[in-house]
């Protein structure tokens, strides 16, 4: 266990739905990060914020989704009008923010299933 | 356009000897090559870092090398165990101010008892 908590573990929804994910990173940790990961493929960077600072996104994140986080604290992934393309397992990591190359701690990730 | 290359084959060996797996890249010249641990259903784990400047780095029974004229890091767990299994993630990062990492499709490795 890393530290960082990501709910639901998994979600299983249907095409059209929206769907929102929460990441709880270490709790010393200013920067967090959104990947997304399908199978047999390594995780693909999405966004990520310093603080509340969304201070860059990846062109995967259509205008279908966007993510906050309001405190600087635990932030939210969400998926409007879902698509099967969407399935996949969605990761949050954090690391401390002070440095240029810091360890990223990752969390268990939520696995979306679209139908 | 960048990209960052494994093996996408498994790797099969047998308990006790040397894991090597390799990651190559093209088309840029990463400052920073990282390499993580993912078990099945679990997020990804770091385990080493290697700067560009760097030959190679130790760390217990891991070893990893950057080869920047190769355009190539090595990764290697000596005496390996049934609990290395797992899928070997490489990835870099960029020297900017903040850790965007691209990283690898990664390599599943099974060591067989």
């Known amino acids: 266990d890393t530290g960082v908590s990501q709910d639901p573990r998994h979600k299983i929804t249907k095409r059209g739905q929206n769907v929102t994910f929460r990441c709880d990173p270490i709790?010393?940790?200013?920067?967090l990060y959104w990947y997304r990961q399908t199978l047999g493929q390594g995780p693909e960077f999405l966004t990520y914020?310093?603080?509340?600072?969304?201070?860059?996104k990846s062109r995967l994140l259509s205008d279908r989704f966007s993510a906050e986080r309001p405190k600087g604290s635990f932030s939210t992934l969400e998926i409007q009008r879902t698509e099967q393309g969407d399935s996949a397992m969605y990761l949050c990591?954090?690391?401390?923010?002070?440095?240029?190359?810091?360890?990223?701690?990752f969390g268990p990730g939520t696995r979306l299933l679209v139908l | 356009s960048q990209k960052i290359e494994q093996n996408s084959e498994a790797l099969n060996i047998q308990e006790g000897k040397t894991a090597t797996l390799t990651c190559n890249y093209t088309?840029?010249?990463?400052?920073?090559l990282q390499w993580y641990r993912q078990d099945p259903g679990r997020g990804p784990v770091f385990l080493l870092l290697?700067?560009?400047?760097?030959k190679e780095k130790r760390k217990e029974r891991l070893k990893v090398t950057f080869d920047t004229t190769l355009k190539q890091s090595l990764f290697h767990i000596t005496a390996s165990q049934p609990a290395d299994s797992a899928t070997y993630l490489c990835?870099?990062?960029?020297?900017?101010?903040?850790?965007?990492?691209?990283f690898g499709t990664g390599t599943k490795l099974q060591v067989i008892p």
């Open positions: 990591a954090s690391s401390l923010g002070r440095g240029k190359q810091e360890t990223q701690y």
């Open positions: 709790s010393e940790h200013n920067r």
């Open positions: 914020f310093q603080n509340e600072a969304q201070l860059e």
């Open positions: 088309n840029y010249s990463p400052a920073y």
């Open positions: 290697i700067r560009e400047n760097e």
């Open positions: 990835a870099s990062t960029n020297s900017g101010g903040y850790q965007k990492v691209t």
